[in-house]
């Protein structure tokens, strides 16, 4: 299995602020992933999908553990059920238990996916709009209910604080508290 920090050119200082505590505080070795940075291709509402699809679900074939670069875990990231075929084990709100239109999980720091859950993700993918990639990402498991699915309730951590392009300071700051 392979730990992927997800980032941007210009946010790599931070990603590997990310790298170091899952390395000292959980002996976890992660990749840095460099992503696309909002601007003249991306908005804020695609970019990380986009970073998402070109640079680890076209990529690997593995297992894999993707990680937002602000997020700090309270308990053990491997403390899940990795049998799994997805697990989502840090985010903001929301549960797809929820009824229609709010059966959505907001916030993608921390996610788990199996080799079969990438590989169908990687398909959906390539027939589909990029959104905002939490949506997206509650939209596949919705639409794949064969794939073994986990929402850690309590989340597992919360996002460091750092500034951000995508979402407004307040509208993110109430979620970079540990449970």
Request: a neutral charge; glycine letters at 4%; one cysteine or more.
């Amino acid at each position: 299995m392979k730990f992927l920090i997800l980032t941007y050119k210009d946010n790599y200082d931070f990603a590997l602020q990310t790298k170091y505590i899952l390395k000292k505080e959980w002996d976890i070795e992660a990749d840095i992933v460099i992503g696309y940075k909002i601007g003249e291709h991306y908005t804020k509402y695609n970019v990380i999908c986009n970073g998402f699809k070109d640079k680890i679900a076209d990529v690997y074939d593995e297992d894999i553990y993707y990680l937002e670069d602000d997020v700090r875990f309270t308990k053990h990231p491997l403390d899940i059920d990795l049998k799994k075929d997805i697990v989502w084990s840090v985010y903001r709100r929301g549960k797809l238990t929820n009824k229609p239109p709010h059966n959505v999980i907001t916030g993608s720091q921390a996610i788990y996916f199996s080799k079969q859950a990438l590989s169908e993700l990687r398909t959906f993918m390539n027939h589909r709009k990029y959104i905002q990639v939490d949506g997206y990402l509650s939209d596949f498991i919705l639409k794949h209910p064969h794939l073994s699915f986990e929402q850690i309730v309590p989340k597992m951590g919360y996002e460091q604080e750092h500034d951000s392009l995508i979402s407004k300071q307040k509208d993110w700051m109430k979620h970079t508290k540990p449970n």
